[in-house]
């Protein structure tokens, strides 16, 4: 593949609605327009028929962000104290659910209404799984990852990849292993708001993957008339879409990257999907589960999931609806390489925290 046809080239400035300033467009998104109309029809799903007006509401609104990252662990007092002591995190919450037999342990570098945090799972009487070979690694960003590393290796963490320029690249990095097997990709980069800083994921094709998380988090394909397409792209682009914001190739070691996310790479999380040339399948385990992300529609999301896995791959695991018991709205899917992402109504997850 040619990494750099993926970016967009151009922007055009168009005028926006509601007394708004001149938009930057890209024309990367611009062919991939549907009709709205032919969207319902195609959906199916139970979205009450929105105006474009009210999805342009929507779409300004709906500020997605990725919440946490789920994954099991065999021992977690085991995880927290390595993640609290070596890693730098702390102890956000914790829950024990006895009927189903499980408990969760979040952890971060700050609180959950603001930070990417990891939800580990502790499934009583399960001590090992399987990490299999598709799932990649989480990162770390510190300002000085010799020091860091030397710093784990004191307090007995077990270090995978001495701290040095990634190969083929100048960026200090080093990989360091929690208790369960999960690596831990230590970056070195400048004070950052939030040193949770990826979560990398072995894809079989980076397009088809790009494709799918650029649609599956712009909301686009809902907009009929054509200005007010343009300003919703610009909308979701803004407020809500997951971007692609860099992709790198590596011929030397036969790897292309792509990084994508809602911010900056440098001041939030991003998925860092990794295509390895050749290879298509990976195995995925039982350890790792899925990423959480905010919306504030499940059932307008689940729309546009259910539509753009029909088009390129992947499944709705969970309609859109309340979790019996809990009662927060979640829409489930899995990506064409068998990823799961877990969309979470916005005002739910606050009342989770008990914030709202
Ligand atoms: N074959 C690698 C491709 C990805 C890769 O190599 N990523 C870089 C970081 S972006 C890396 O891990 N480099 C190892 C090193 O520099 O030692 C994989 O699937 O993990
Ligand atoms: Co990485």
Redesign the pocket.
């Known amino acids: 593949m040619r990494s750099h046809s993926l970016l967009p080239e151009r922007s055009y400035l168009v005028p926006a609605r509601a007394g708004r300033q001149w938009i930057k467009l890209s024309p990367l998104f611009s062919e991939e327009i549907s009709d709205s109309s032919s969207v319902y029809m195609a959906s199916g799903a139970e979205v009450e028929s929105l105006s474009s007006e009210n999805l342009l509401e929507w779409a300004q609104k709906d500020k997605r962000r990725f919440l946490h990252a789920v994954y099991r662990v065999g021992n977690l007092d085991r995880t927290i104290e390595f993640y609290t002591e070596c890693l730098g995190m702390k102890l956000l919450r914790k829950r024990d659910i006895p009927e189903e037999k499980y408990s969760n342990a979040f952890l971060g570098f700050g609180p959950e209404d603001s930070h990417f945090v990891v939800e580990l799972t502790y499934n009583y009487g399960v001590d090992k799984y399987d990490i299999g070979t598709g799932f990649?690694?989480f990162a770390i960003a510190s300002e000085d990852v010799y020091k860091l590393v030397e710093d784990i290796r004191s307090k007995g963490g077990k270090i995978k990849?001495e701290p040095?320029?990634?190969?083929?690249?100048t960026t200090v990095?080093a990989?360091v292993e929690d208790p369960d097997g999960y690596l831990f990709?230590l970056i070195q980069r400048g004070p950052t708001p939030e040193p949770l800083c990826q979560v990398?994921l072995?894809v079989g094709d980076l397009e088809r993957s790009i494709k799918f998380y650029e649609k599956v988090t712009y909301i686009i394909s809902f907009i009929g008339c054509s200005i007010l397409k343009i300003c919703a792209i610009y909308i979701a682009e803004q407020a809500c879409g997951m971007k692609l914001l860099r992709t790198?190739d590596?011929p030397d070691?036969?790897?292309t990257?792509a990084m994508l996310g809602y911010a900056e790479e440098t001041e939030s999380i991003v998925l860092?999907l990794?295509y390895?040339y050749g290879?298509t399948e990976y195995t995925k385990g039982n350890a790792y589960a899925q990423v959480a992300i905010s919306t504030e529609d499940v059932y307008k999301s689940g729309a546009v999931v259910d539509l753009v896995t029909k088009e390129l791959g992947g499944k709705i695991t969970r309609q859109p609806g309340p979790i019996p018991g809990i009662n927060t709205k979640i829409v489930s899917f899995l990506d064409p390489d068998g990823w799961k992402t877990v969309l979470v109504d916005h005002l739910d997850f606050l009342k989770e925290l008990g914030q709202a």
């Open positions: 990649g690694h990849r040095g320029p990634v190969k083929g690249g990095i990989f990709e990398m072995r790198k590596n070691y036969k790897y990257i860092e990794t390895n290879v």
